[in-house]
């Protein structure tokens, strides 16, 4: 508690305020109050705290500016105050000044009065705690269903077994980059990889797990889909046809190593791709379409043997 109390009012209180035993400061002027208060609110720490102000300490102020004086001391203490006053000086207070006010107290002040006081103000100060825990565990469960819808999000478009986009997250994903691509007059590259052979070898498990772990590291920026065993689908935003010639001899070499690390003669793949900058929003399917074309897949077809 913060007290202000005039001389001659803490002369007639000392007794009683024996029993306040958790005062943080005591001023005689309401400027002095408002000046500690002030800086106060510049500590990293600031918590709620009650005030015991005297009214001779707020008389000091113009009378037509004792609301606005109250409503300034109530944001400074972030707390309602408790005004100590004679019964003819509380009967003055407007309707308005009772809004920043927790208590009045009338002079002469008893001890049960003061205790009573002191009751009220630590059941308040409880209550404030359970409140701030309640809105601090509200603080908390928002950042965990926050993090868990992501999570969800993530999961939801891809592939739980290889990690890669499945057909769906990946039509959102290209979908997602073709506005953006169209909005800003970006190019976007597509590399279809069709893998044969697969279905003559006796176990491709290892091969096909070596694969997709590679896919996993593509950049950040790219996302891989297997619509099909033994089809993938790499998008790669921002990417000229440059680029993506040169993305295409980058899984050309390292496809040729698996293949011949695995020892699989039998297992060839094609790799073409394609690059435009969109022209209209809708157009992202036409593109995947014409990706997976026979057409595109024969006319720039890389094989690996």
Same mark, same amino acid.
């Given at each position: 508690?913060?007290?202000?109390?005039?001389?001659?009012?803490?002369?007639?209180?000392?007794?009683?305020?024996?029993?306040?035993?958790?005062?943080?400061?005591?001023?005689?002027?309401?400027?002095?109050?408002?000046?500690?208060?002030?800086?106060?609110?510049?500590?990293?720490?600031?918590?709620?705290?009650?005030?015991?102000?005297?009214?001779?300490?707020?008389?000091?102020?113009?009378?037509?500016?004792?609301?606005?004086?109250?409503?300034?001391?109530?944001? $400074?203490?972030?707390?309602? #105050?408790?005004?100590? /006053? *004679?019964?003819?000086?509380?009967?003055?207070?407007? &309707? @308005?000044? +009772?809004?920043?006010?927790?208590?009045?107290?009338?002079?002469?002040?008893?001890?049960?009065?003061?205790?009573?006081?002191?009751?009220?103000?630590?059941?308040?100060?409880?209550?404030?705690?359970?409140?701030?825990?309640?809105?601090?565990?509200?603080?908390?469960?928002?950042?965990?269903?926050?993090?868990?819808?992501?999570? $969800?999000?993530?999961?939801? #478009?891809?592939?739980? /077994? *290889?990690?890669?986009?499945?057909?769906?997250?990946? &039509? @959102?994903? +290209?979908?997602?980059?073709?506005?953006?691509?169209?909005?800003?007059?970006?190019?976007?590259?597509?590399?279809?990889?069709?893998?044969?052979?697969?279905?003559?070898?006796?176990?491709?498990?290892?091969?096909?797990?070596?694969?997709?772990?590679?896919?996993?590291?593509?950049?950040?920026?790219?996302?891989?889909?297997?619509?099909?065993?033994?089809?993938?689908?790499?998008?790669?935003?921002?990417?000229?046809?440059?680029?993506?010639?040169?993305?295409?001899?980058?899984?050309?070499?390292?496809?040729?190593?698996?293949?011949?690390?695995?020892?699989?003669?039998?297992?060839?793949?094609?790799?073409?791709?394609?690059?435009?900058?969109?022209?209209?929003?809708?157009?992202?399917?036409?593109?995947?379409?014409?990706?997976?074309?026979?057409?595109?897949?024969?006319?720039?077809?890389?094989?690996?043997?």
């Amino acid at each position: 508690m913060i007290i202000c109390i005039s001389s001659e009012t803490r002369l007639q209180l000392q007794p009683r305020l024996a029993c306040l035993d958790s005062i943080e400061a005591d001023f005689d002027t309401i400027n002095d109050l408002r000046r500690y208060l002030q800086t106060r609110l510049q500590q990293p720490i600031n918590t709620p705290i009650p005030i015991l102000l005297d009214f001779d300490c707020l008389t000091a102020v113009d009378a037509n500016q004792q609301v606005s004086e109250l409503s300034r001391l109530y944001v $400074l203490s972030n707390h309602k #105050l408790v005004v100590l /006053g *004679t019964p003819a000086q509380l009967d003055t207070l407007s &309707e @308005e000044s +009772l809004h920043h006010l927790h208590a009045v107290l009338s002079l002469p002040l008893g001890q049960t009065a003061l205790q009573m006081l002191i009751q009220n103000l630590d059941a308040a100060a409880n209550r404030r705690r359970q409140i701030d825990a309640h809105e601090q565990r509200i603080v908390q469960l928002m950042e965990e269903n926050r993090r868990l819808r992501v999570r $969800l999000q993530h999961e939801s #478009l891809r592939d739980p /077994g *290889t990690g890669l986009y499945h057909r769906r997250g990946f &039509e @959102e994903r +290209l979908d997602k980059e073709w506005r953006r691509a169209h909005r800003y007059g970006h190019p976007l590259s597509g590399l279809a990889i069709q893998i044969q052979g697969l279905e003559q070898v006796p176990d491709t498990a290892a091969f096909l797990e070596d694969l997709i772990r590679r896919f996993r590291a593509v950049r950040a920026s790219d996302c891989v889909t297997q619509l099909e065993t033994e089809q993938f689908v790499l998008l790669m935003p921002e990417t000229h046809s440059e680029g993506a010639e040169s993305l295409k001899q980058h899984f050309y070499d390292m496809i040729t190593r698996l293949i011949k690390s695995h020892n699989l003669s039998a297992v060839q793949t094609k790799l073409s791709t394609i690059t435009q900058i969109p022209r209209r929003h809708g157009d992202s399917p036409l593109f995947l379409k014409q990706l997976l074309s026979e057409h595109a897949m024969s006319s720039d077809a890389a094989l690996v043997q």
